[in-house]
């Protein structure tokens, strides 16, 4: 069974930089896109940024110029670089990898982000 863990979390203050890492158990197959999701207490679960084959990225507006999405498919790892750190940013935050081979999405375990004033 492959399993996504994340490192990097933590507390920074609004303005500061945090840098979340996940890497996969095992090298995963046809990967076909690698993202990174949030979700605040009592919401749901939404996209911060995706990388598609190619390169192709997407951002949430509120992260635009901000945080940066990286992927290395060979490796099954991506990280998400979080700059300019807002106290909005605050959530746990969670990878995802989907694989086009097995026809399924894997998610890690979640990791605490939270920025203060």
């Known amino acids: 069974q492959v399993e996504l863990v994340e490192s990097g979390g933590g507390l920074a203050r609004a303005g500061e930089s945090l840098r979340l890492s996940c890497a996969a158990s095992?090298?995963?197959?046809?990967?076909?896109?690698m993202a990174w999701y949030f979700q605040a207490p009592g919401g749901d679960r939404e996209l911060v940024a995706s990388t598609s084959g190619g390169g192709t990225t997407n951002y949430r507006d509120s992260v635009k110029g901000r945080f940066t999405i990286s992927g290395d498919t060979a490796k099954s790892t991506v990280s998400l670089q979080m700059d300019n750190l807002k106290v909005e940013d605050t959530s746990v935050y969670y990878c995802y990898i989907y694989s086009w081979k097995y026809g399924r999405g894997y998610w890690g375990e979640g990791t605490l982000v939270t920025v203060s004033p």
């Open positions: 095992e090298v995963i197959a046809g990967i076909h896109q």
